[in-house]
């Protein structure tokens, strides 16, 4: 049997809170490429969009992504996005192999 997460008994109001301060804070830190979070940790802004409709936003794909960018993606793209280096890239596939659960 898998042991308990103690984030699962979390107060919902505690913990949107802190999920809408990450939303701030990665719209503030626009110098944060996706790329690079991707590389770290595996996920990025276009994964919380995911995520939020995965947990039940009745939002298309784009106005889950404008939602957590703040603007349209295409947007985003155009005046916050960077070019990936083959090594960002390359880190990217690293760390998101790392995301599989077998």
Excluded at 86 to 102: I, P
Aim: one cysteine or more; proline letters at 5%; charged letters at 30%.
């Amino acid at each position: 049997m898998p042991t308990p997460d103690p984030v699962d008994d979390l107060d919902d109001a505690v913990a949107a809170a802190a999920f809408r301060r990450l939303v701030r804070h990665l719209r503030h830190r626009h110098d944060a490429q996706n790329i690079e979070l991707m590389g770290l940790s595996g996920f990025c802004r276009n994964c919380l969009a995911d995520w939020i409709r995965d947990a039940g936003y009745a939002g298309d794909k784009a106005a889950a992504r404008e939602l957590i960018h703040g603007m349209p993606q295409e947007e985003w793209k155009a005046t916050r996005q960077t070019p990936a280096t083959q090594e960002q890239l390359d880190r990217m596939a690293a760390s998101v192999a790392k995301n599989r659960v077998d």
